[in-house]
């Protein structure tokens, strides 16, 4: 059952109430409700441009499983008490407003477009085409195709796609469920990838807003705690899975 009293963006819809994340203060995400777990492999074309997420590994989930978010355990996606030792900086920076607040907004002939860019999680399904802020901007039923595509796919919400007559978000109907990215093309593992307006608490007991697209850091680098800013590609992060594919 969802009652949640909590800010909801527009177009989520959200989990029932006994899903939720809790930031533990420097240490894991607490994980409650036993959402499914599963890795989601960023799947390319022969250009190297992102296409699908391919289902991978799936783990055994259960009420308040903790999972990694210093980028250290030996036991990922599952905390192993690394974060005890290592030294990273776990500290929340991200702000509690409503991501469209600092968004902006490019106007298509059908469909507009949203991009808060300070949560762009490197998924880059973005590049594909002509690329979405140009996708958005064309007439035809196949730009608007590849601009649904490329926006529902983008892991950590930073894109949205909007109806320009009716004004409503686009977004899939999401079941609660947890994925852990691996993206072989560029040689790293990726955020936790959090569907279906799962609510997150932050370690002080301030809820974020609840939204359908979700990515968490787990690399522990982000300069946008607890959400992905990117920055796994950058520094390389592997989580070590064995045998992602599954």
Known sequence: MTTTKHAVQQGTTPAPDNVWIKISAGGPYIVHGAPPVQV???GVDEKGTSTEYVKGKAFASKEGMALCRCGHSKNAPFCDGSHLKAAVDLTETASFE???????????PALALTDNEKFCAYGRFCDAANRVWNE?????AAHERNTIHMTTHCPGGRLMVWDEKTRQPIEPAEAAAIRPIEDPSMGCSGPLMVRGGVRVESAEGRSYEIRNRQALCRCGHSSNKPFCDGTHASVKYHDGIQNPQG
């Open 40 to 42: 989601a492999i960023i």
């Open 98 to 108: 409503p991501m469209l607040n600092e968004a902006t907004e490019i106007d298509g």
């Open 136 to 140: 958005v901007q064309m007439t035809g």
